[in-house]
């Protein structure tokens, strides 16, 4: 990964508090690409005991600003849309990995597919976010 997306990435994670609380970890990342992970914690879980549907967006949706954002320019988004294929209990370990469908001068389109530890398809994302032709202001360090 270039050294910019890099700084991109790690700027908006550190600027992020609701990704920090959720213990989003960035595992890979590439120009229009990534790949992050987390742990399911009882404070995450809905009144059936399973985990809230909104915490899978969630992460999807950070995988999605994540992926987008690192080429660069204020990418966001336009419209998104999941389906949940299993639930998702305490405890398990969720992983969502980005796929750029579609990388335009205004709009970009991104699939993100969230599996737990056994490697079963817990959802699958799509997301459409719009770039604002506005460049991340990035420290060199």
Same mark, same amino acid.
């Given at each position: ?24 970890e960035v595992l890979e990342a590439e120009l229009g690409y990534c790949k992050l992970s987390m742990n399911i914690r *009882? &404070?995450?879980? $809905? !009144? ?6 909104? @915490?899978?967006?969630?992460?999807? /949706?950070?995988? =999605? ?33 980005? *796929? &750029?469908?579609? $990388? !335009? ?6 699939? @993100?597919?969230?599996?737990?530890? /056994?490697?079963? =398809? ?10 604002t032709g506005q460049s991340h202001e990035v420290e060199n360090s």
């Amino acid at each position: 990964m270039s050294k910019e997306s890099h700084h991109v990435i790690q700027n908006m994670l550190s600027n992020d508090p609701f990704s920090l609380w959720m213990g989003i970890e960035v595992l890979e990342a590439e120009l229009g690409y990534c790949k992050l992970s987390m742990n399911i914690r *009882e &404070e995450m879980t $809905n !009144g059936f005991g399973v985990c809230h549907g909104g @915490i899978t967006f969630s992460l999807a /949706d950070s995988a =999605l600003a994540f992926a987008s954002n690192s080429r660069g320019s204020v990418s966001l988004a336009l419209e998104n849309n999941i389906n949940f294929t299993k639930k998702v209990n305490v405890g398990d370990r969720l992983t969502a990995v980005s *796929e &750029e469908l579609q $990388n !335009g001068r205004t709009i970009g389109v991104y699939k @993100i597919h969230i599996t737990n530890q /056994d490697e079963e =398809l817990v959802a699958e994302f799509r997301g459409t976010v719009y770039r604002t032709g506005q460049s991340h202001e990035v420290e060199n360090s």
